[in-house]
């Protein structure tokens, strides 16, 4: 068993490494923030002072950051990570970041010797903690076959999407399908309770007719009536609004570059870029339907 570094412990990387601990990996772990690393270090991890500490005895670094800048800053330059690894080291970013950065990180990783998947994941994170996230992998197969291991030990399904960056196309393609399908989702349920449906009573029959997508069935933006979705608690923990706009933001980069049309991506984005100026950025993002509160 390779020993892991595990650098980003936030809302889905702290279960994801506390997961890997549960089925026998030593993980050493770092993150910006003491407190999301006390609860790693809680379940065995060992708390590294930096990314460098984490990293001086692993054979794998998994990566778990917010955005493209926070992965290039870790790894690139003179200062980052690929300068101080020794050459055979497996590197797996699981965060969602543009593709164009994920090929120029693992061009810079095979540069060096280095083998470097993009491995974005899809589950959410209730996903995270159950150890049944999908992901959604680029780059080489060996490389692929090296790290399943690893990846079974945080989820359930493992697509091999193709080249480096192949992965954040695939996972970016799927977000900008998951914004437009959540803010549908909150404008149908907000128009049923306008005339005067009960929530629950409508999100029971959309999921069992034509309209049934995830929302309804495992992630009702609706406080009330799903126990488990963060609709219940406030829109506390789940995927931040401001994380979504980015994705949408990435899937929008990638339509212009490609000459692809997306007017329904666009819309989405609209929609949380007003979502998140009104100060819900840092609530999930079935917190959508206060938009619709507002305007109805
Ligand atoms: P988060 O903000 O909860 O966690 C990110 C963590 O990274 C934070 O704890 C932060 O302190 C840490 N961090 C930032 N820069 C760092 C650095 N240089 N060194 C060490 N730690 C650093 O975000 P999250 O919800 O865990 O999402 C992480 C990634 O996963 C994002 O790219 C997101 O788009 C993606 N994602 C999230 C979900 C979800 O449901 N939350 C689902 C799928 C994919």
């Known amino acids: 068993m390779e020993n892991i570094a595990f650098i980003g412990l936030g809302n889905m990387g702290g279960p994801m490494a506390v997961n890997l601990l549960n089925k026998g990996f030593k993980v050493d772990a770092f993150d910006l923030s003491p407190e999301a690393l006390s609860k790693v270090a809680a379940a065995g991890g060992r708390a590294a002072s930096s990314a460098t500490d984490a990293a001086k005895d692993a054979g794998v670094v998994i990566s778990m950051l917010p955005a493209g800048k926070h992965v290039a800053s870790l790894y690139l330059g003179d200062e980052g990570l690929f300068a101080k690894l020794p050459k055979g080291t497996l590197i797996i970013d699981c965060s969602t970041i543009d593709a164009g950065t994920a090929r120029q990180v693992a061009e810079a990783a095979q540069a060096r010797g280095l083998s470097m998947l993009d491995a974005p994941v899809s589950g959410g994170t209730a996903g995270a903690a159950a150890g049944t996230l999908t992901f959604i992998v680029g780059g080489a197969a060996d490389d692929l076959s090296r790290a399943r291991p690893v990846l079974e030990a945080m989820g359930k399904n493992i697509f091999h999407a193709g080249g480096a960056g192949a992965g954040q196309t695939a996972k970016i393609c ?36 034509s309209g049934r997508n995830w929302a309804t069935e495992l992630y009702n933006p609706w406080p009330g009536v799903m126990e488990n979705a963060p609709a219940s608690r406030n829109y506390a923990g789940g995927f931040m609004s401001e994380l979504m706009l980015k994705d949408l933001g990435l899937a929008e980069e990638t339509a212009l570059q490609s000459h692809a049309a997306n007017p329904l991506g666009a819309l989405a984005r609209n929609l949380y870029e007003e979502h998140v100026h009104q100060g819900h950025g840092k609530l999930d993002f079935s917190s959508i339907v206060k938009y619709f509160h507002t305007v109805n």
């Open 174 to 209: 799927n977000n900008m399908l998951l914004g437009i399908l959540m803010a549908g989702t909150a404008e149908a349920l907000a128009l049923g309770v306008k005339n005067g449906l009960d929530p629950k009573v409508l999100s029971e029959i959309i999921s069992k007719s």
